[in-house]
């Protein structure tokens, strides 16, 4: 058993929190493991915010779509791109996923809330104050999970492929 593979295949969204906060020095860690995610040509195009108050998180929710639950989320993070650069979204997702695998780590549960593209972008940007250089990529809710529900993922056989894809 391989702990690093284990957090990676344990790791499920959560979208219902205790009211625990996150520790400081968790969220310091995790903005660490988010800092070193890969980044075409080193370019680093991200802005990370930490939002835990109450009134930014309700007003994040409102806005948000698909993201009401942010409302009782004990901290979101909101990952923000530099929009000059070129490969800014899969720099970001990927510092995205890096934050969510170190929440994780930590036992503190996640859920990725989409940003990019999202009619609401640029009122997350605006309210939090962001320069318009950059636009919102992604907010992940982030608080001690209040129930674990894991859900089913597709076998691998049905989603992989050797060499070249065939239907049969």
């Known amino acids: 058993m391989n702990v690093g593979t284990t957090i990676i295949k344990s790791r499920h969204s959560v979208r219902k929190y205790k009211s625990d906060p996150v520790e400081e020095n968790v969220i310091r860690d995790v903005l660490e493991c988010a800092r070193q995610a890969p980044t075409a040509m080193n370019l ?15 007003k994040i929710a409102g806005i948000a779509d698909h993201g009401k639950f942010i409302a009782d989320a004990a901290v979101c993070f909101a990952i923000f791109g530099e929009k000059s650069a070129k490969y800014y979204l899969e720099d970001c997702c990927a510092a995205t996923e890096n934050l969510i695998l170190g ?3 930590y036992g503190i549960g996640s859920c990725w809330v989409a940003g990019d593209k999202k009619p609401y972008a640029d009122d997350i940007r605006k309210l939090l104050s962001v ?9 992940v809710a982030a ?11 597709k076998i691998l056989g049905d989603v992989t ?6 239907e049969d």
């Open 103 to 105: 929440l994780w780590a």
């Open 131 to 139: 320069p318009e250089k950059y636009t919102l990529v992604s907010l």
């Open 161 to 166: 492929f050797f060499d070249t894809f065939s």
């Open 44 to 58: 680093q195009p991200w802005l990370f915010g930490v939002v835990r108050d109450r009134a930014l998180l309700e």
């Open 143 to 153: 608080g001690y999970p209040a129930e674990v529900a894991v859900q089913k993922k």
